[in-house]
């Protein structure tokens, strides 16, 4: 188990449970715009925000960007310790940088001394830079691009997991020589396996919260099949605390994704699990419609249950045993079924109203 920081009112690792984070795509600067954006945010379902703070300008709207939201606000800033220093005062939940970014260890010494007087986490994020595609990419085999240090670009001839993990680890030791462990890490890269192969080397060697991220997934379509199984996958083998789904599109569509994913990986119920049968050549009745409307209905249910939308009435209440309530339709008529027992048959025009009357019961 990792240990656990503490990103204002909301706890990261140590068994907490897995937090949505997102980031701002605003003007900093721009106060009203901001805070706009992260109410949506909070709506959505959002449990921690970032922000950039590339100028004097932006460090100075902390304050009241915090005074107008009620989930934690993390500072992400790249060079400038001056920043850093600005947003600590000014009140926010963490910081975002890599300290052998920001110069001299007085410099290093001097984040890390604010931040433990304010029980302000860091995290350390190292990200790869886009990468060609490939079949499959092991661990230990090169590629080109990223932001790496150019001795680790080098030394492994390029953006490899190891590369990743050793540049991560590099910027953790400086901050642990300032005696600061209160530390959550990011190896994100676009391409997936290199991506979560350097998260799992970080797992063996390090007990410090992971945050999961796929970095440049691109536009929704498939940005979110590679979130899905870049930071799925590694849910799914108890790896990591906190998760980005980084996507080219509204940020309040990266919290539905990562609320998605979290649920398909069986982690956080909050929405019903809608489960279908692919159908065959038994199927009677026009199943895809009807799937597709329970669907539609389902985005106002929030009730963590599982409904099932099978093909035929043979096999559709076993297969579908573990459903809370589910329908199998047949010619005409279907079957309205509760756990595996058929509850009543129901002409096949009604299927889906009489399903969510059961609904309405759970």
Known sequence: MTRRIQVGAVPVGGGAPVSIQSMCNTATEDVEATVQQIRRLEQAGCDIVRVAV???????????????IRIPLVADIHFDYKLALLCIDGGVDKIRINPGNIGSKERVRA????????????????N?????????IPRTNPVNGGSLEKDLLRKYGGVTAEALAESALGHVRLLEDCGFGDI????KCSRVPVNM????????????????????????????LKSAIGIGGLLCRGIGDTLRVSLTADPVEEVTAAKKILQAAGIRRTEPDLIACPTCGRTQYDM??????????????????????????????????????????????????????????????????ELFREIEKL
């Open 288 to 353: 895809l419609p009807i799937a597709r409307e329970v669907e539609r209905r389902l985005k106002d249910c929030h009730k963590p249950i599982t409904v099932a939308v099978m093909g035929c009435v043979v096999n559709g209440p076993g297969e579908a045993a573990a459903a809370d309530v589910g329908i199998a339709g047949g010619r005409g008529e279907g079957l309205l079924f509760a756990k595996g027992k058929i509850l009543r048959k129901v002409p096949q025009e009604q299927l889906v109203d």
């Open 128 to 136: 790869g830079g886009s990468l060609p595609c490939a079949p499959r």
């Open 54 to 68: 590339p100028t004097e300008e932006a460090a100075r709207a902390i304050p009241a960007i915090k005074r107008g």
């Open 197 to 224: 192969a350097a998260y799992e080397l970080l797992h063996e060697r390090v007990d410090y919260p992971l945050h999961l991220g796929v970095t440049e997934a691109g536009t929704p379509e498939m940005g979110v």
């Open 111 to 126: 984040v890390a001394d604010g931040c433990r007087e304010r029980g302000i986490p860091i995290r350390v994020g190292v």
């Open 184 to 187: 959550c890490i990011s190896v």
